[in-house]
């Protein structure tokens, strides 16, 4: 993409909080995994979005177990 840079800084920013608040059990950095906080972070020239899950489909995965 044009903004790796700021790519790196959303990765860096919620891989952090996702360590922190589950391997490391310090619930705190929960708040940080929210879409509220992704939308403060989020630039309009690479916006970012947090979803807390994802329905697979058939479609989506070609097959299901």
């Known amino acids: 993409g044009q903004r790796p840079d700021l790519a790196q800084r959303y990765v860096m920013a919620l891989s952090l909080a ?8 310090q619930a ?9 906080y992704a939308e403060s972070l989020s630039q309009s020239v690479l916006p970012l979005s947090l979803v807390k899950s994802v329905a697979l489909t058939p479609s989506l995965t070609g097959r299901l177990p």
């Open 28 to 36: 705190d950095y929960g708040r940080y995994l929210t879409a509220a």
């Open 18 to 25: 996702f360590f922190e608040a589950n391997l490391n059990q």
